[in-house]
């Protein structure tokens, strides 16, 4: 079975509006989002930079539904967040997008098989179907012959592919990088992100990806810099 026929069938547009995401620590108020609009198509792949601090994963985390902002709007694939009520939510969170972290975020004494099928299981998918994805994404990801192995005994490199067959399992329209090569060097940085742009190419899933480092974002045709939690737009030279 095609990966692509699983996913849901309208396109996964990300629309956002007047976006701010204010934490207050006691008196003080940070802004780390400031009415920020921004469309990203299905499909795209976005790069987004900017100094510490200056809200990549805040925004990261309102696209993925994991944060609400104070005001805005954001809609993806048709979904107003607003509207949604609890069980569009999580099965956008689950379904719709993909989370890789800086950190794999892996159950370290389970498989690499195991961890694959984790959120297949929790999306009560059924024994055969999940399996036979598990192992599909484990190809993908150039890790067939790892499947039985314990988590904690591959590489940077290989972990992080985990999480993006992970991330990949329950057949998401976007996947969301948070710095996937902030723990890797450079070759291992370099492969992950091959094979996460293998994903937008192959499989037209939307892609985007914050990262520190110039020369991963310049691989992306459209970059977005995030300065002090409001976003310039360029296309990438
Ligand atoms: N849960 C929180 N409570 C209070 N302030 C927060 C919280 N999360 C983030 N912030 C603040 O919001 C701002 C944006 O943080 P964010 O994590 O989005 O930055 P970032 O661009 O991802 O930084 P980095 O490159 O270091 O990962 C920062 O000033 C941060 O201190
Ligand atoms: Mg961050």
Not at 68 to 85: Q, R, W, Y
Not at 91 to 113: C, D, E, P, W
């Amino acid at each position: 079975m095609s990966a692509t026929l699983t996913q849901d069938l309208v396109a996964a547009d990300i629309s956002l509006s007047g976006v701010s995401r204010i934490y207050e620590l006691g008196d003080e108020k940070i802004h780390a989002l400031r009415d920020l609009t921004l469309d990203i198509r299905q499909g795209e792949f976005v790069a987004i930079k900017g100094p510490s601090g200056s809200g990549k994963s805040t925004l990261a985390n309102v696209i993925g539904g994991l944060d609400t902002p104070n005001e805005g709007k954001i809609v993806v694939g048709g979904l107003d967040f607003s509207k949604a009520n609890d069980k569009q939510l999580s099965r956008y969170r689950s379904k719709t997008i993909g989370f890789v972290f800086q950190s794999f975020n892996l159950q370290a004494h389970s498989t690499v098989l195991e961890n694959v099928l984790l959120p297949l299981v929790i999306a009560g998918v059924d024994r055969k179907t999940r399996m036979a994805r598990a192992k599909e994404c484990l190809e993908l990801m150039g890790l067939s012959d790892r499947a039985d192995q314990a988590t904690n005994k591959l590489s940077g490199g290989q972990r992080q592919r985990v999480s993006i067959a992970r991330a990949l399992a329950n057949w998401p329209q976007i996947i969301i990088a948070d710095e996937p090569t902030g723990n890797l060097d450079q070759a291992n940085g370099q492969n992950v992100i091959e094979h996460l742009t293998k994903l937008n190419r192959e499989l037209n899933i939307t892609l985007i990806l914050i990262t520190h480092d110039a020369d991963v974002a310049n691989k992306a045709p459209r970059i977005l810099e995030i300065v002090d939690g409001n976003v310039t737009d360029r296309t990438s030279a």
